[in-house]
């Protein structure tokens, strides 16, 4: 059941602000100050590197846990592509925990990057939407996103639940470890309380998007660009417009731009820019004015602070509510995905079982 949907991705895009609280919901504590974890939890202290490990967008999820865990936690964090770490390998150092993150809980290289890390790591941890599956039994402990079932092969309600839980536990591990005290964590948990009523502006955006996706879906090669954690989003960004309307799309942190890719721009190719008014913002600006210098076609993906500093020359934007540098990535999910929904039925793709792909990969 589409839901007055014309696909299940549209459905599941627009389920974000409910299924999000749900999930955030079952890992807050009654009093609203603290995170509890089912089981007998995760103690952050007593972890010297976390290992996230996982395939396709879910690994765009590890890449930016991998900003939070770092910043907030001050927490070593390694991230893998599970067929890559799987034949490579690699040592497992004492005080390592392996965290596995998946939607379907059954793709293939991840639950045997999984047993590759029993009896190695001291524990083993998944983030999976299916509790019954392979993944979540083989975890030691295992922490559901709520997201429901997702039925369009593309990814999106998963992604955002899986930010969300991965999100808390980096705040469980700033807190945990020292570096939030516990009004600073009941300070950022009252604002992630906000969360669902953001994503839910965001999604006021589509039609803004719809108009740009009707431009994008003439262009041959798109280009996304971002900086921090939103250097990830461009990837998930690029991975969504890829699958679903076929076209070639690329992302590159907005700092290597200079170091090959600037070499692509011309009039052909439209560059998404994934910018929030952020201590990163002037930077990411000027490699964006570095685009526009070279006839590149901008589209500005901001916030209202962030519009009015950098509106000259772009070819499109659209505006986000303002949020914190943690929020940002969740919130701005919203828009990667309706570029890639609405550019994908501009060209009259298959947006829900896209050619070639399986919504579950259960062979390598
Ligand atoms: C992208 C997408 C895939 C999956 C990947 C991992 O939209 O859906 O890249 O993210 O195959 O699948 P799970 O999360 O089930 O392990």
């Known amino acids: ?35 509890v974890l089912p089981g007998d939890g995760v103690d ?24 939070w865990f770092e910043r907030i936690a001050g927490l070593p964090v390694d991230i893998d592509i599970a067929s890559e770490f799987r034949y490579r390998e690699p040592p497992i150092t004492p005080g390592t925990v392996a965290l596995f993150v998946s939607q379907s809980g059954e793709t293939a290289d991840t639950l045997a990057a999984l047993r590759y890390c029993a009896g190695r790591a001291d524990r083993i941890l998944s983030v999976v939407n299916v509790p019954e599956s392979s993944i979540a039994r083989e975890s030691a402990l295992s922490l559901p996103t709520h997201a429901g079932p ?3 092969v593309a990814s999106t309600k998963a992604f955002t639940c899986q930010l969300t839980v991965l999100l808390l536990l980096a705040l469980k591990a700033g807190h945990d470890r020292g570096h939030l005290s516990d009004d600073a964590l009941a300070e950022k948990l009252s604002s992630l309380r906000a969360l669902p009523s953001l994503v839910n502006t965001a999604l006021g955006a589509s039609d803004a998007l719809k108009a740009v996706a009707e431009d994008l879906a003439q262009a041959e090669d798109v280009l996304f660009l971002g900086r921090g954690a ?22 590159y942190a907005s700092g290597e731009l200079k170091h090959g890719p600037i070499a692509l721009i011309d009039a052909h190719l439209p560059v998404i820019v994934l910018a929030p008014h952020d201590r990163l913002f002037d930077k990411t600006v000027s490699n964006m004015q570095e685009v526009m210098a070279r006839g590149g076609k901008v589209v500005l993906l901001t916030d209202s ?22 929020l940002a990535p969740i919130l701005y999910a919203i828009p990667a995905q309706l570029l890639a929904y609405h550019t994908a039925v501009a060209k009259g793709t298959d947006v829900d079982q896209p050619r070639n792909l399986a919504k579950s990969v259960t062979v390598e």
């Not at 895009?13 to 504590?29: K, N, R, S």
């Not at 952050?44 to 900003?67: E, H």
């Open 1 to 35: 059941d589409k839901g007055g949907h014309k696909h299940f991705m549209a459905k599941e895009i627009a389920e974000q602000p409910t299924v999000i609280a749900q999930t955030m919901q079952t890992y807050l504590g009654a009093d609203g100050r603290s995170i």
């Open 44 to 67: 952050f202290s007593q972890i010297s590197r976390l290992s996230l490990v996982a395939c396709g967008t879910a690994f765009f999820a590890c890449m930016t846990a991998k900003y």
């Open 150 to 152: 997702e039925i369009g």
């Open 230 to 251: 939103m250097y990830p989003l461009a990837h998930e960004g690029a991975l969504k417009l890829k699958e679903i309307s076929y076209i070639h799309a690329e992302a």
């Open 305 to 326: 602070r962030g519009h009015a500093a950098a509106k000259e020359g772009l070819w499109h934007h659209a505006i986000f509510p303002q949020v914190s540098e943690e």
